[in-house]
């Protein structure tokens, strides 16, 4: 069973445990989890793209 503090697959919520290696990233701005599989000896860059700075609402300048 996935609980509300799951870690997520790729950026979304994993129904189930993702199989092979994976890359546990804890993001400590945001404190979401996030599961990256390994392939090779590498990770898919797209992987990381599910990674988002949370908004600045007090500096907008500074969003790219």
């Given amino acids: ?11 979304v919520r994993a129904a189930k445990e993702p ?7 804890i993001d400590s701005r945001t404190r979401q989890h996030y599961t990256v599989d390994i392939q090779q000896n590498s990770i898919n860059v797209t992987d990381l ?11 907008p300048e500074f969003q790219n």
């Fill in 49 to 59: 793209k599910a990674i988002k700075a949370p908004k600045d609402e007090e500096h």
């Fill in 19 to 25: 199989l092979g290696d994976v890359l546990h990233i």
């Fill in 1 to 11: 069973m996935i609980s509300d503090t799951a870690p997520k697959v790729n950026g």
